[in-house]
């Protein structure tokens, strides 16, 4: 009989993969203790985990707290894993562009685990400006990212997409009921791009347009995100989104994207 992947299964080394997951967030540090009863683990067991990881510098041991945090090897494979990635390789040129003709900071993003994933950004000239978020995961029903990409992609599976869940407020102006969610995707959709007006951080907004493969399959979006200042609502809407949209169909057709033909009626 032949066996399936998961009989090969090593429980020790999803021991020592669930004890990194548990550096996430704002998450730095985290003490022995307080691992073992995360992960439900003899405080001996973890002490073996943590030395073997630390071995290979996938932690590192704060000498005054006596606590842990992630280790360096996590940034580099970290970015292995972005340079292997044809998105951040194609969509590089077109990214430098855009900032070059908005002077904001842009970004490229995917839908990781219900979160908004920055893989790619680059910063605009201005001495204040949006910082570089690489790296950090965000929620998608405050970002225009995360609106552009799950408006344009009914299939990806997030949970929110059809049944809602919670949507936290991080501001005022954060939508947190369902219904006007579904409406926000209905109009992101028809205009196809997404607009952000201070739902995530006061004083920010944002415009993204959804990134397609070869295959149609939205992979990720686009961003513009700049000062509510300097981004008032008619150059978000007049300037910036043709720009945001000019720029996703550029990378899309480098990934192979070919929109549909026009149908031309000649009756």
Not at 167 to 181: A, G, N
Request: one cysteine or more; proline letters at 3%.
């Amino acid at each position: 009989m032949k066996k399936v992947k998961s009989d090969y299964i090593v429980q020790t080394v999803i021991h020592a993969l669930d004890l990194l997951e548990q550096f996430h967030d704002n998450v730095d540090e985290i003490g022995v203790t307080e691992l073992s009863k995360r992960l439900r683990l003899h405080k001996n067991n973890v002490f073996r985990l943590l030395a073997t990881l630390e071995s290979h510098n996938f932690v590192e041991q704060n000498k005054f707290t006596e606590n842990y945090r992630l280790g360096l090897k996590n940034l580099e494979l970290g970015q292995t894993v972005i340079k292997q990635m044809g998105l951040v390789h194609r969509s590089r040129p077109t990214l430098e562009a855009l900032v070059r003709e908005c002077n904001e900071t842009c970004y490229v993003a995917v839908l990781r685990y219900n979160h908004v994933m920055y893989l790619d950004a680059v910063e605009s000239g201005h001495p204040v400006r949006i910082a570089s978020r690489v790296g950090t995961r965000l929620p998608v029903h405050c970002t225009a990212a995360g609106k552009a990409i799950l408006a344009h992609a009914a299939d990806m599976g997030w949970q929110g997409a059809g049944s809602c869940g919670e949507l936290h407020r991080y501001t005022p102006k954060t939508i947190t009921d369902c219904d006007e969610f579904r409406n926000e995707l209905e109009r992101t959709a028809a205009r196809g791009y997404a607009v952000e007006d201070e739902e995530l951080n006061l004083d920010v907004r944002g415009i993204a347009a959804p990134i397609r493969d070869y295959s149609g399959a939205v992979v990720g979006a686009i961003g513009i995100s700049g000062l509510a200042m300097r981004m008032d609502m008619a150059r978000v809407y007049d300037e910036l989104a043709p720009m945001a949209e000019s720029a996703a169909d550029n990378i899309s057709l480098l990934l192979g994207y070919s929109p549909p033909a026009a149908v031309v009626n000649y009756s």
